[in-house]
C-alpha cells in the first residue's frame, strides 16, 4: 500500500504537531496539531484527528475534529464521525456519515429570491 | 500490520509515539518515542530525539538515539549526535560524530 508518492501514518502511531508536503497521506492512527499538505489525504477507519487540516482533497473514514479547508472537495464517508468547520468548493457528506458543525461552500442563489 | 510511512516530500514536524515500525524517507522533525523500529532510508532524514527498540540508518540523523535493543549504520549512513544501544553496528561507509555508549545493561 504504501507507495512512492504516499505516506501512511499507521494505527498504533501518535503524532502531535505538525504535518505537511507535498504527497498523498493515508492517515489510519491518531494526529493532533495541523495537517498543511497539497495533495489529498484520507483518514481511514481507525485513523483519529484532532486538527487544523488545509489541503487539496480530504476523504474521512474514521474520526475527525477540527477546522478543514480542501481547495477541492471534502468527503465525509460512510460511517464517519465528524465535527467542527468545513470549507471547500465540493462538501459531500454520505449516507451514514455523522457530522456537527458548520460548512462553508460558495453559494449562489439566483437573484429573484 | 501496515507500518507507517513517510514517504519523500513529507514532514512531520513534532512528537511521534506509539507502537509499529515507521520508516522514513522524508522528514521528521522534534521526538520520536517508539515501541518498535526506526527506519531511515537513503533520503531521509531526522532531526530528533529518538527512543525505539531498534533504528536503522541508512539516510541523516542529527539528534540523539536512545535504542533499547539495537542502533545500526549502514554504508552512506550519516549521524551527528550521540547514541546509546546495547548493540551498535557501524558499517564502512558509514559517519557518525558524537558519543556512543553500549554500556546500558541490556
Known amino acids: 500500500m504504501a507507495k512512492e508518492n504516499t505516506g501512511v501514518i499507521a494505527e498504533g502511531i501518535v503524532v502531535k504537531g505538525e504535518?505537511?508536503?507535498t504527497v498523498d497521506l493515508i492517515i489510519e492512527g491518531k494526529v493532533e496539531g495541523s495537517i498543511l499538505m497539497d495533495q489529498n489525504v484520507l483518514v481511514g477507519q481507525s485513523g483519529r484527528i484532532?486538527?487544523?487540516?488545509?489541503?487539496?482533497?480530504?476523504?474521512?473514514?474514521?474520526?475527525?475534529?477540527?477546522?478543514?479547508?480542501?481547495?477541492?472537495v471534502i468527503a465525509l464517508r460512510r460511517g464517519s464521525r465528524t465535527s467542527g468547520e468545513l470549507k471547500a468548493p465540493r462538501?459531500?457528506?454520505?449516507?451514514?456519515?455523522?457530522f456537527v458543525g458548520d460548512v462553508e461552500m460558495d453559494v449562489q442563489l439566483p437573484d429573484n429570491l | 500490520m501496515e507500518h507507517?510511512?513517510?514517504?519523500?516530500?513529507?514532514?512531520?514536524?513534532g512528537e511521534v509515539s506509539g507502537r509499529g515500525d515507521i520508516q522514513v524517507l522524508g522528514l521528521v522533525k522534534g521526538a520520536v518515542n517508539l515501541q518498535n523500529g526506526l527506519f531511515i532510508e537513503l533520503g531521509g532524514v531526522v532531526e530528533a530525539e529518538v527512543a525505539a527498540n531498534e533504528v536503522e540508518i541508512k539516510g541523516?540523523?542529527?539528534?540523539q538515539i536512545n535504542a533499547h535493543d539495537r542502533v545500526e549504520m549502514k554504508?552512506?549512513?550519516?549521524?551527528?549526535?550521540?547514541?546509546?544501544?546495547?548493540?551498535?553496528?557501524?558499517?564502512?561507509g558509514a559517519t557518525i560524530k558524537g558519543k556512543i555508549d553500549m554500556d546500558v545493561g541490556a
Open chain 1, 19 to 21: 504535518i505537511g508536503g
Open chain 1, 50 to 72: 484532532s486538527a487544523d487540516v488545509n489541503v487539496k482533497t480530504l476523504a474521512v473514514e474514521g474520526n475527525l475534529q477540527g477546522t478543514v479547508s480542501a481547495a477541492e
Open chain 1, 91 to 98: 462538501i459531500v457528506i454520505d449516507k451514514e456519515a455523522y
Open chain 2, 4 to 13: 507507517t510511512y513517510v514517504g519523500p516530500g513529507l514532514m512531520i514536524d
Open chain 2, 60 to 63: 541523516y540523523v542529527k539528534g
Open chain 2, 75 to 92: 554504508p552512506g549512513g550519516k549521524m551527528i549526535g550521540d547514541i546509546r544501544a546495547p548493540r551498535i553496528i557501524i558499517a564502512d
